[in-house]
């Protein structure tokens, strides 16, 4: 495979985690709104929070005090940061740019207004059916994700198209993670990986600016994509690296050097 151009942030006065996998894969452990690209991006894959005062684990999904901590975002807050993932997303992407935007249902209505209103062009809004939901008695049980494609420029944009007869609504399964720590809510590599084979080619930088496990980094890792992903709690550190098989740590150059990152 050619090169591929190394990946590179601007420097910034908080002494920020940097986990640099090599040259062209990078997590920052920050809040995405303070990072500043050196470069724009292909594509922006985010799988935000959904403002539903999700705790990640214990009492929701019954399991037992295991899953690793979990930023959530307070419901009354929802409509400012999903404005800021929005508009931070659409200036760091190229002109050519699509960015992938999961939602839940509940705050869907606010996300699609905003979606608009930064000015981005929905090219699709997908469905992710899972194989089990949350058990409920007197509603039935949410058991989908809606998935929308965002573009920039609906003349200009990537569309590696999957199948000939490539339909909206996708069946796949989670995976179930029998005796091991999680981030709470991970999603499948395959989900992530229809979504980035569609909308990048190999050498794109794909960024993901809220990151969680690493689920987005292991699948351009696979796939030859560059990427950035940026993760508020750092605790989840430990199930990035092993999620990505590794051992690495290394604190931001600019500690040691000033030089590009941190
Ligand atoms: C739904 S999870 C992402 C799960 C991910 N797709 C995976 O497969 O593991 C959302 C993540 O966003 C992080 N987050 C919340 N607010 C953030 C912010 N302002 N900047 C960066 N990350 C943030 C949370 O800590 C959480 O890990």
Known sequence: MKMMRKITVRNSKNTRRVLEIDDTHMVIFDDF?????NEKADL???????????KGNLQTYHRKPDALSYVEVP?????????????????????????WLLSGWNNLRVVLDTVEDVGF??????IWKYQFGVFTRRRFTTSHYHLLLLVKDEDNYTFNKPEHYAEDVW???????????????????????????TSSNKGDLVVDPVLGSGTTMRVCLKLD??????????????????????????KPKNQSSGDSHG
Not at 33 to 37: A, E, Q
């Open 44 to 54: 922006v894959f985010a799988d935000p929070p959904f403002g539903i005062n999700f």
């Open 75 to 99: 419901k009354e807050e929802y409509p400012d940061f999903i404005r800021s993932l929005l508009e931070w997303s659409y200036n760091i992407l190229k002109d050519s740019g699509s960015m």
């Open 171 to 197: 069946y796949i399964k989670r995976p179930y993670h029998h005796g091991e720590k999680t981030a709470g809510n991970e999603l499948p590599d395959e989900l992530v990986e229809k979504c980035i084979r």
């Open 33 to 37: 709104r303070n990072v500043k690209l």
């Open 225 to 250: 994509r560059r990427c950035i992903g940026i993760e508020i709690n750092p605790e989840l550190e430990k199930r990035i690296k092993q999620k990505l098989g590794l051992d690495l740590f290394r």
């Open 121 to 126: 062009i929905q090219l699709n809004h997908c």
